[in-house]
């Protein structure tokens, strides 16, 4: 069973620091990505920032400059990324929710398989 665990998350003032961590496990396959969303309540989930395999990295234009996220770090069945984030903002305030997509194959046939953690709350406020 695959499970998506995020921690890290609490309160903080604006100006401040958080790093959150995600780890996936219990997949038979490889980790392609992991990639973190966020989303207030009544918007849509937005992501902030992705990273592959290979560490290429997305980031939201809102969080750049800002937030960083690690290469994943594969150990003993467990896949782990970090965001790290700096200069909070009131406006970074929502839940974070890691997502992990895992491959079949590298092959064209591959297939992809994404899980979701169940969320960290990030509050920023003074």
């Known amino acids: 069973q695959v499970q998506v665990v995020e921690s890290g998350g609490g309160s903080v003032q604006p100006g401040g620091s958080l790093r959150l961590s995600c780890v996936a496990s219990g997949s038979p396959f490889s980790i392609a990505a992991m990639t973190w969303y966020r989303q207030v309540s009544g918007k849509e989930r937005e992501l902030v920032a992705s990273?592959?395999?290979?560490?290429?990295?997305?980031?939201?234009e809102s969080v750049k400059g800002r937030f960083t996220v690690s290469t994943i770090s594969r150990d003993n069945g467990k896949n782990t990324v970090y965001l790290q984030m700096n200069s909070l903002k009131p406006e970074d305030t929502a839940i974070y929710y890691c997502?992990?997509?895992?491959?079949?194959?590298?092959?064209?046939?591959?297939?992809?398989?994404?899980?979701w953690g169940q969320g960290t709350q990030v509050t920023v406020s003074s």
């Open positions: 990273i592959t395999r290979r560490g290429i990295t997305n980031y939201s």
């Open positions: 997502n992990a997509e895992f491959r079949s194959s590298w092959a064209v046939e591959g297939r992809a398989y994404d899980y």
